[in-house]
Each structure stands twice: as C-alpha cells, then as structure tokens.
C-alpha cells in the first residue's frame, strides 16, 4: 500500500509516517518511480507505535520495543516495574522510565497489575 493509504488507515498523517522510517520504526520498499510501498502488518505497527508514543514513551523506548510491534500489544507488552517507580525509592532517577506502563493499560480500559 502506499504512504497515503498507510496513513488514512493508521489514523496518522503522511509526515509521521517519514518520521517514523527516519527514526527506525518503520520500513518501506520503493516502487520503480520511488513510491513508498509499505505491507498491510504495517497498519500494526503505526497503531502500536501511536499508541506507545501516547502512553509517554519516547522513540528510543518505542526503538527497544522493535520486535513486539506487529503483535497486540496487551499480549507482548505488560508492565514492567523497570517504567514505574524503583522499590523504595520513589521519585525518577537517572534512567528510570516515568510510568508508561501504567499508562498503557490504562489506555486501553483496563487496571494494571499490582506492583510487585
């Protein structure tokens, strides 16, 4: 499909697209003319990557996540303590991550595990 299709199924614009393969997150083939030829599993991804970048995480988080972003994401991804608060310790630190796991199932309607 191309780029502009891509983009009206994905719920995104054609510029976030371009950004998306820029940063990694995406990959197109190139027609002979030089149009971005994406395949249907990208439609997943963009939701997934929409929706990670939604919940707070930055590119780079969304970049580890990399091999998880053509699934569902409540199947592949829960939560992490590594994105909440360390044990005793309250507060962020160094490179602590500020929630987004949280804030995932909270987007998706549904109450996270108990931290451990």
């Given at each position: 499909?191309?780029?502009?299709?891509?983009?009206?199924?994905?719920?995104?614009?054609?510029?976030?697209?371009?950004?998306?393969e820029e940063?990694?997150?995406?990959?197109?083939?190139?027609?002979?003319?030089?149009?971005?030829?994406?395949?249907?599993?990208?439609?997943?991804?963009?939701?997934?990557?929409?929706?990670?970048?939604?919940?707070?995480?930055t590119v780079?988080?969304?970049?580890?996540?990399?091999?998880?972003?053509?699934?569902?994401?409540?199947?592949?991804?829960?939560?992490?303590?590594?994105?909440?608060?360390?044990?005793?310790?309250?507060?962020?630190?160094?490179?602590?991550?500020?929630?987004?796991?949280?804030?995932?199932?909270?987007?998706?309607?549904?109450?996270?595990?108990?931290?451990?």
């Amino acid at each position: 499909m191309l780029i502009g299709e891509l983009a009206a199924q994905a719920g995104t614009t054609t510029r976030a697209l371009r950004y998306y393969e820029e940063q990694g997150l995406l990959e197109s083939d190139r027609t002979t003319a030089g149009y971005r030829l994406y395949e249907p599993g990208a439609v997943r991804r963009v939701r997934n990557i929409r929706e990670l970048l939604s919940c707070g995480l930055t590119v780079e988080d969304v970049k580890s996540l990399l091999a998880y972003l053509d699934a569902d994401l409540p199947e592949v991804l829960s939560y992490s303590p590594l994105w909440g608060e360390k044990e005793g310790g309250g507060g962020k630190k160094g490179g602590e991550r500020g929630g987004g796991g949280r804030k995932l199932y909270k987007a998706r309607g549904k109450p996270p595990p108990p931290r451990a």
